[in-house]
């Protein structure tokens, strides 16, 4: 994550986190926070264990950063 202050994400007032991802923004109670992210973390470790899927690096602006990307099939015959 770029350097962002709590504030940013975090509704201390309502006890809200937000999650924003290009247009959309997810908003999850504080106290539901955790096991969402149990889940992310979950569906991280099953595409890293996926064969079709790899995790590559990139380097943007000197930040090193990581996407996962289908792999291409081959066809071996």
């Known amino acids: 994550m ?6 940013d994400f975090f509704d ?3 006890g809200v986190v937000y999650i924003s991802i290009d247009r959309v923004t997810i ?4 106290e539901d926070f955790e096991s ?3 889940g ?7 595409l890293l264990s996926n064969e079709s899927i790899a995790l590559g690096a990139y380097e943007e ?4 950063k990581h996407q996962f990307i289908m ?3 081959q066809d071996f015959s």
């Open 2 to 7: 770029e350097d962002q202050n709590i504030s």
């Open 12 to 14: 201390e007032e309502n």
């Open 61 to 64: 602006d000197g930040i090193v």
């Open 36 to 38: 969402f992210f149990e």
């Open 71 to 73: 792999k291409k099939s």
């Open 27 to 30: 908003a999850i109670d504080v």
């Open 40 to 46: 992310i973390l979950d569906i991280r470790k099953s």
